[in-house]
């Protein structure tokens, strides 16, 4: 079965960092590319950033997070890393890890998702 | 990029038959045969209805279907049950084929 499991979520003061994880089990991970998507309190969905399969030489970012966050994996300990920098207000969401399907912009396995609040 | 643009609601009574739109622009939905569909009920991640514009993955019923024109996708469902009732959300690659942007979202009601 597949499953996508994140942590590392929590309260962060603005200008603060934090690091979030994904662990999976079920697939072979190092064969998948990964995103995350994070989701604001009562808004909708928003990408913010992709990492390609194998050794994770691709990523990309959306504009709101880019030179802010970095998306990494480790493919050994079948996990899926944000790590956030600079944090502000806006950036308060539930962060899900989803895979990627085998195409482009199709998420076909997502987690429960990890609740990032930035408040001081 | 800007967010895609779906209406805020639709509505149809059971068995009855709904479509949502998906508006972009000729750099995200009308580039890319890239535009995916998904369902979130409350307090649930989201569930992948429909890839590749019009692609079904498995599990999920035929009364589902996808389409596109131009800049705008449009989802489709037949036969409405009340398990349908949820927020839909379109996405499409733009810009590039693994920079992604979603649509604001609408909530399907099952009257």
């Known amino acids: 079965e597949v499953q996508l499991v994140e942590s590392g979520g929590g309260l962060v003061q603005p200008g603060g960092s934090l690091r979030i994880s994904c662990a999976v089990s079920?697939?072979?991970?190092?064969?998948?590319?990964m995103n995350w998507v994070r989701q604001a309190p009562g808004k909708g969905l928003e990408w913010i950033s992709y990492i390609s399969g194998r050794d994770g030489r691709n990523v990309n970012y959306a504009d709101s997070v880019r030179g802010r966050f970095t998306i990494s994996r480790d493919n050994a300990k079948n996990s899926l890393y944000l790590q956030m920098n600079s944090l502000r207000a806006e950036d308060t969401a539930v962060y899900y890890c989803?895979?990627?399907?085998?195409?482009?912009?199709?998420?076909?396995?997502w987690g429960q998702g990890t609740l990032v609040t930035v408040s001081s | 990029q800007s967010a895609l643009t779906q209406p805020r609601s639709v509505s149809g009574s059971p068995g009855q038959s709904v479509t949502i739109s998906c508006t972009g622009t000729?750099?995200?939905?009308?580039?890319?045969?890239?535009v995916s569909w998904y369902q979130q009920h409350p307090g649930k991640a989201p569930k992948l209805m429909l890839y590749d514009v019009s692609k079904r993955p498995s599990g999920v019923p035929d009364r589902f279907s996808g389409s596109k024109s131009g800049n705008t996708a449009s989802l489709a469902i037949s036969g409405l049950q009340a398990e349908d009732e949820a927020d839909y959300y379109c996405?499409?690659?733009?810009?590039?084929?693994?920079?992604?942007?979603f649509g604001g979202g609408t909530k399907l009601t099952v009257l």
């Open positions: 996405c499409s690659s733009a810009g590039s084929y693994t920079y992604v942007v």
């Open positions: 079920g697939f072979t991970f190092s064969n998948y590319e």
């Open positions: 000729s750099s995200d939905v009308g580039a890319y045969n890239y």
């Open positions: 989803a895979r990627g399907g085998g195409s482009y912009a199709d998420y076909d396995f």
